[in-house]
């Protein structure tokens, strides 16, 4: 991997990208079809994120890596019990049971959901990869705070980015013990807007709106005012409308 030491010392983004493009697109006499997705699936899952680079560097390689894989067949972050969980909400949130779905009339229907499901499913293995293989040093704090709310929340899933773009607005958005970023580029204006990780580590919700009451300064998974089960639903409902979003925009880039 001369090619990839040169390029990544000199820092150059771009000529990264067309590196990892030609691993998973190289079909000539020089490597194995087989061995071409192999060394891209392991660039895929093992890639972290290196000090050298940038957040924006990282987190565009992982994408541009992942498209790559499925460009040539593969299928980047799927996991059949994701899958599963996925499909299960899609189905319910259509009406289709058992019977309905061997109506041959609700195969079109069947189908999107499936289409929905691969891609959200996709979406959020991914989101989990960036956050996982992000630099620990910078971030690991922020994963510390996302497990800490998951088992204090008794396993549901607050906190959790559903997409890509959100885990990177919290990478982002997050600051260190000392108050600075935990990432070098600068932040634009409005950017992470919304994200309840700052300073010390702990969560400000002063200027965030509850999506259980409506009003401002506290997180649904606060709330007072909302029982657990109509928490359950709104945040189940918050979550298929962003694995929708994902879908679609995962299915018109690959259309």
């Known amino acids: 991997m001369a090619a990839y030491d040169q390029i990544h010392k000199d820092r150059d983004a771009i000529e990264l990208l067309k590196l990892v493009r030609g691993i998973a697109q190289k079909h000539d006499d020089t490597m194995h079809p087989t ?142 013990k000392s108050g600075g970023s935990a990432h070098r580029e600068p932040r634009k204006d409005g950017e992470g807007a919304g994200v309840a990780f700052v300073q010390q580590g702990k969560a400000d919700h002063s200027d965030m709106d509850c999506f259980g009451c409506g009003e401002k300064g506290h997180v649904l998974a606060d709330c007072g005012k909302v029982g657990d089960a109509e928490k359950k639903k709104k945040i189940m409902k918050a979550k298929r409308d962003e694995w929708s979003s994902a879908s679609s925009d995962c299915c018109q880039h690959q259309c």
Do not use: W
């Open 35 to 176: 061995m071409a997705a192999v060394k891209t699936d392991i660039f895929f899952y093992t890639g972290v994120q290196t000090k050298k680079q940038t957040l924006k560097e990282f987190y565009e390689l992982f994408k541009a890596t992942g498209k790559s894989i499925d460009a040539t067949g593969g299928s980047a972050g799927y996991h059949p019990k994701l899958y599963a969980k996925h499909l299960a909400v899609f189905y319910a949130a259509s009406g289709l049971d058992d019977d309905k779905m061997k109506d041959p009339t609700m195969e079109k229907l069947v189908n999107g959901c499936k289409a929905k499901a691969l891609a959200s499913s996709k979406e959020e293995y991914q989101v989990f990869m960036l956050l996982a293989l992000a630099d620990g040093d910078h971030y690991g704090d922020i994963l510390n705070n996302l497990h800490n709310r998951y088992i204090t929340s008794g396993g549901k899933d607050y906190g959790y980015p559903a997409t890509l773009s959100s885990a990177l607005n919290i990478l982002q958005s997050y600051r260190t």
